[in-house]
C-alpha cells in the first residue's frame, strides 16, 4: 500500500511540476502581449492558454528523463531559462525594427546587426532592464528553489507517457481554437507571416506553426475563379500585356503551385496603356529608396529641392509604404520587383539564382541599352546585396568597402552626400541612357546631435537654427541626419544641369518604411516621437505607414500648367509597372502584384497581413472590420469586403509562388514576338532535348536574318 501511496505522491508532484511549466509559458506570453501592446481584439488567448499547456508538457517531459531528481530540477529551469531568452530576443527585435523574426531571420541576421547596429541595440537593453527582470521572474524563482535543492522531478515513465499525450491533444486544442474567427482561419493559413501571426496566435504557437511551414509550405488559398475585378470595365484593347505560347509554359513544370500561378496569370487582362504612356521614354532614371522618409521630414524652408520635387512632379495624395517587416531589405524588394516581400528578410535573398529579366533594371538594359547600376553607402555584404543586386539586372553594383570607399569619409551614419557626390563623378563618361538605383543611409536611427551618436545629425545642426526642431536632439537630429541626402541631391542635380543632362532626368524617390527609429520607446527612455513627427498618435498602420512618394523631372514643370495628381492608394510595389508605362517599356502587368497607377486597375494598398486600404475605405486582418472612408456608402459591405479580399489574397499568393517558384523562368522562354514566333512552333516538335536546343539555335538565325529583294 505505501508503495503506491509513494508512486501517487510522485506522479501529482511531476503534475503540479507540468502546471508550473505551462504557466511559466503563459506567463511569457502574457508579458511579451501588453509589453509589445497587441490589439486585444485579435489576440486569441484561448489558443495561446491552450498551446502554453502544450508547451508545458513537453518541457515537462524533457525534465523527467534522469533517475536524478535534482538533476533533473535543474534541466526544468534550464529550459524556462532558454525559453525566457527566446521571449526577450524576440522582444528587443521588436522593440529596435518594429517586427518579430521567425528563427531564420534572426539567425542570418544576428551577425549583421551586432557589426552594425549594436549601440542600438545596447541602448534599448540598457533601457529595457525592468522588462528584462519582468520577463526573468519565472526564472528567477526557479533558480532559487534550485539552489535551496526544493526543485525535485522523478523520472516516471507512465506519467511521461501521459505528458506527451497531453501535449499532443493540447496543441492541437490550440490549433483549433486559433481559427475560430474567419479573419484569424486566412492569417493562420493561406496569408500567414511570422511577425503577424506573433500578435494573434502568440509567440510559442507561431514559432511551431513556422516550424510547420517552412517542412510543408504555406497553404494555398481558393483561385476559384479568374480575378479579373481588378480590371475596371473599359474599350480599351491596347494593353501592357505580353503573348506567351501558353501550352508550352503549362507543359514545362509539373509543380502544381507554379501551374495555378500561371493559370491564374494566363485567365488575367493585362493593364491598359494610357495617356502617360511612354511620357519619359528614353529619359536616364534616379531611383533613391531613402532610409526612413517620412512625408512630414520633407519641410520647405529645409528641404526645398525636395519639397518642389514632391509639390511639383507627379503628385501622390494617398501613398503608403507598408511595413513589410525585414526592416529595409524589405522595402527594396517591393520597390526592385512590385511583388510583396512575403518572406520577410529572406524574400530578396530567395531572388539569387533566380531567372529576374521581370524587373525594371533587366527590362531596361535588354529592351532600350540602358546603363544600369545600384549603390549604397552601407556594406556590400549586408543583406548580401553584392549577390541580390546584380542578380536583379544591374550591371554594376558598389558600395562603401568597394570603389565608393575611397569617396566616403568614415562616420556613422555614412554620408548621403558623399555617395552622391562619388556617384556624379562615376556616371561622368556613361554615353548610353542610365538608370541608377540608390539605396541612402544618413537618415539611419541612433538620432542625436552628438558627433559620437550620429554624425550626420551633428554635421547639418546649425541648418535647423531658428526652427522647433533646434532643441529637440531626437527629432531634430532625424530632420538634420536626413537632411544629407537633400545636400546631395542637390549638388547632383547641379551637375546634371551643367552636363546638360537635368532634363532628360526623371527622379524618383521613396522610403524603404516609415522611422520606426523615432517610435522606440525602450531607445529613447519610453518615448515615442512619431506622434511629434506626424502631429498626432497613429492607431492603425494605415496612418503609421502613410508616406510621400516622388516623381520629377523638369519637364514635367515645362509640359503641365498643373501637377498630375493620382489620388487613389498607391504603395512601393506600384512603382516598378508604373514606371514600365511611363518609359514605354513592354511588359507584362500580370506578372506584378502592383499596378501601373495610371491604368485602369482598381487602386488597393495591401499590407503582408492582408489588410488592405481603397479609394472607399480600409480593411484591418487584425480584427476583421471594414471602416469606409467619410461620405462613402456602399450598399452590400459584405460583398464588397469579400471581391477586394479575394483579390488581395490572389496578389499575396501570386507572390509568395513568384518568389518561392522562380515563376519567370517558365514564362520567359516562351514569349512570343515577331522575332521568335517561329522558334516556338519549331520547339513544339522537338522532343529531343538536344534536338531542341539545336532547333531553337536555328530558330535564331532564321529570324535574325536580313531579307532584301534581291532575296
Known amino acids: 500500500m505505501l508503495k503506491y501511496i509513494v508512486m501517487l505522491n510522485k506522479f501529482f508532484n511531476n503534475i503540479s511540476y507540468y502546471v508550473a511549466a505551462s504557466l511559466c509559458v503563459l506567463y511569457l506570453e502574457i508579458v511579451l502581449m501588453l509589453r509589445s501592446g497587441f490589439e486585444a481584439g485579435s489576440y486569441m488567448f484561448l489558443g495561446v492558454l491552450f498551446c502554453a499547456f502544450s508547451f508545458g508538457a513537453v518541457i515537462c517531459f524533457l525534465s523527467s528523463l534522469f533517475k536524478n531528481p535534482k538533476v533533473n530540477g535543474w534541466i526544468f529551469f534550464a529550459l524556462i531559462e532558454l525559453v525566457t531568452i527566446f521571449f526577450l530576443v524576440e522582444f528587443f527585435c521588436n522593440q529596435t525594427y518594429n517586427v518579430f523574426m521567425d528563427l531564420k531571420a534572426i539567425s542570418s541576421g544576428a551577425g549583421n546587426v551586432a557589426n552594425e547596429y549594436m549601440g542600438i541595440v545596447l541602448s534599448v537593453i540598457k533601457n529595457g532592464i525592468l522588462t528584462i527582470l519582468l520577463f526573468e521572474v519565472p526564472s528567477i524563482i526557479i533558480l532559487v528553489l534550485c539552489i535551496m535543492k526544493k526543485m525535485t522531478m522523478t523520472r516516471h515513465l ?16 490550440s490549433s483549433s481554437a486559433m481559427t475560430l474567427k474567419p479573419f484569424a482561419k486566412e492569417q493562420y493559413t493561406y496569408n500567414y507571416m511570422f511577425s503577424e501571426a506573433v500578435k494573434s496566435f502568440g509567440l510559442t504557437h507561431s514559432t511551431l506553426l513556422d516550424i510547420k511551414y517552412i517542412k510543408t509550405g504555406v497553404p494555398e488559398p481558393p483561385l476559384d475563379t479568374p480575378d479579373n475585378t481588378t480590371i475596371i470595365d473599359t474599350d480599351t484593347t491596347d494593353r501592357n500585356q505580353l503573348d506567351f505560347a501558353w501550352d508550352n509554359v503549362m507543359d514545362s513544370t509539373d509543380d502544381a503551385s507554379v501551374k495555378r500561378v500561371l493559370s491564374y496569370i494566363q485567365s488575367q487582362k493585362g493593364s491598359n496603356k494610357n495617356e502617360y504612356t511612354g511620357l519619359f521614354e528614353g529619359k536616364n532614371l534616379v531611383l533613391l529608396c531613402v532610409e526612413s522618409m517620412s512625408k512630414e521630414m520633407i519641410i520647405e524652408d ?19 509604404v507598408p511595413f513589410w517587416g525585414g526592416s529595409t531589405t524589405s522595402g527594396e524588394m517591393a520597390v526592385l520587383t512590385g511583388l510583396i516581400p ?5 524574400t530578396i535573398q530567395m531572388t539569387i539564382g533566380h531567372d529576374n529579366s521581370y524587373t525594371l533594371a533587366s527590362m531596361l538594359s535588354d529592351q532600350m541599352g540602358y546603363w544600369t547600376a545600384a549603390y549604397h553607402n552601407g ?7 553584392e549577390v541580390t543586386h546584380p542578380g536583379l539586372g544591374f550591371s554594376k553594383f558598389d558600395a562603401n568597402n568597394s570603389d565608393m570607399y575611397y569617396y566616403l569619409n568614415y562616420s556613422v551614419p555614412p554620408s548621403d552626400d558623399e555617395m552622391l557626390r562619388y556617384i556624379a563623378d562615376d556616371i561622368e563618361d556613361v554615353k548610353d541612357p542610365f538608370y541608377l538605383y540608390i539605396m541612402t543611409y544618413s537618415g539611419h536611427g541612433n538620432y542625436s546631435f552628438e558627433w559620437g551618436q550620429n554624425q550626420m545629425g551633428w554635421k547639418n545642426h546649425e541648418r535647423l537654427a531658428g526652427t522647433y ?3 529637440d536632439p531626437i527629432l531634430g537630429g532625424y530632420i538634420s541626419g536626413s537632411m544629407e541626402l537633400e545636400i546631395g541631391l542637390e549638388e547632383f542635380v547641379r551637375r546634371l544641369e551643367a552636363s546638360g543632362e537635368l532634363d532628360d532626368t526623371v527622379f524618383v524617390i521613396t522610403s524603404d518604411h516609415y522611422p520606426y527609429f523615432l517610435q522606440e520607446p525602450l531607445a529613447w527612455g519610453g518615448e515615442d516621437y512619431t506622434k511629434y513627427l506626424y502631429g498626432y498618435q497613429y492607431t492603425n498602420n494605415f496612418q503609421r505607414d502613410h508616406n510621400a512618394l516622388i516623381i520629377w523631372s523638369p519637364c514635367l514643370e515645362e509640359d503641365y500648367d498643373e501637377p498630375i495628381v493620382v489620388s487613389e492608394p498607391v504603395t512601393q510595389i506600384d512603382i516598378l509597372p508604373t514606371l514600365l508605362n511611363l518609359f514605354g517599356v513592354e511588359f507584362d502587368s500580370r506578372v506584378y502584384a502592383g499596378r501601373d497607377v495610371f491604368s485602369d486597375e482598381l487602386g488597393i494598398a495591401i499590407w503582408p497581413s492582408s489588410s488592405w486600404v481603397t479609394s472607399k475605405g480600409h480593411y484591418m486582418i487584425s480584427t476583421g472590420e471594414f471602416t469606409p472612408n467619410e ?14 479580399q479575394s483579390i488581395v489574397t490572389n496578389k499575396i499568393f501570386l507572390s509568395r509562388i513568384f518568389v518561392s517558384g522562380d515563376l519567370y523562368s517558365y514564362l520567359s522562354p516562351y514569349i512570343i514576338t515577331e522575332g521568335n514566333n517561329i522558334s516556338v512552333e519549331l520547339e513544339k516538335v522537338a522532343d529531343d532535348d538536344q534536338l531542341l536546343e539545336i532547333v531553337k539555335t536555328m530558330a535564331i538565325k532564321i529570324n535574325n536574318i536580313k531579307m532584301t529583294e534581291s532575296d
Open 631 to 644: 461620405g462613402v456608402v456602399i450598399d452590400d459591405v459584405e460583398s464588397y469586403v469579400s471581391k477586394i
Open 469 to 471: 526642431y533646434y532643441d
Open 342 to 346: 512575403m518572406y520577410n528578410t529572406e
Open 158 to 173: 507512465p506519467e511521461s507517457a501521459l505528458l506527451l499525450v497531453m501535449a499532443i491533444i493540447m496543441f492541437f486544442s
Open 379 to 385: 556594406n556590400a555584404d549586408y543583406y548580401n546585396r
Open 302 to 320: 529645409l528641404y526645398p529641392l525636395m519639397y518642389r520635387m514632391m509639390t511639383k512632379g507627379i503628385v501622390f495624395e494617398d501613398y503608403y
